[in-house]
């Protein structure tokens, strides 16, 4: 089974229980999903949930590399900031694009740089231009409602063997791409950037929010 096969099945799984809540009761089902994208990459890379409060809040997950984790110990090593930034996870029923205009995503991105926002369905990745400004680099939408995400969830291994390749191929780019770093303190602490692989496919796009499911978006370089 593959990693998006078995992230449908388990969101399946969890609503199908009516006990989960909402939004927290799906955590480990996305963690699960990105540990096991993250297995393939080189440098490895870790999701971590629920993280500390290092000046912006808590964000729901950040997404390490492997020498942040020293084996046999459970905290990463050094600043502790997650160097393929944090993640801010909302319910299905939520828009992830509003989510990722709003202020906590703007306070995460202050710290961090590096936003990855979903509502489990929509992905938005939020980075900064060339400019510094904070921008949407790119995203990728499952379904285009809550509705159809879980009627698609219902089917995991047909929804997986139409989207898989392209939804993991989008995973890999924004786990790859390393979050900017401001001070030295953080710096000291950073694996070497590994730049973002371009999609053909998604450069074209210019209505993100319209595109149907398994068309990922890139912002087009200015």
Not at 114 to 138: A, C, H, I, M, S
Not at 145 to 167: D, G, I, M, V, Y
């Amino acid at each position: 089974m593959n990693p998006v096969e078995t992230y449908l099945e388990q969101l399946r799984e969890i609503r199908a229980a009516h006990a989960a809540v909402k939004e927290t009761g799906y955590y480990p089902a996305l963690a699960h999903l990105l540990d096991e994208v993250g297995k393939t990459l080189k440098p490895r890379v870790r999701c971590i949930l629920q993280l500390q409060n290092r000046g912006a809040g808590n964000p729901d997950g950040g997404l390490f590399t492997a020498d942040q984790l020293p084996k046999g110990s459970a905290e990463p090593a050094g600043s502790g900031l997650p160097s393929r930034g944090v993640i801010e996870i909302k319910s299905t029923s939520e828009d992830a694009w509003v989510v990722a205009d709003g202020p906590q995503v703007t306070k995460y991105w202050g710290r961090y740089k590096q936003v990855l926002v979903t509502n489990y369905r929509d992905f938005v990745l939020v980075g900064r231009d060339p400019d510094g400004r904070q921008v949407k680099l790119e995203t990728y939408r499952l379904a285009r409602s809550e509705a159809e995400f879980w009627s698609f969830a219902s089917t995991p291994h047909k929804t997986a063997a139409r989207l898989a390749e392209s939804f993991v191929d989008f995973l890999k780019r924004a786990m790859l791409l390393a979050a900017p770093l401001d001070s030295a303190a953080d710096l000291a602490f950073s694996s070497p950037p590994t730049p973002a692989r371009r999609s053909s496919a998604s450069s074209m796009a210019s209505s993100p929010r319209s595109l149907p499911s398994g068309v990922p978006w890139k912002r087009r370089s200015v």
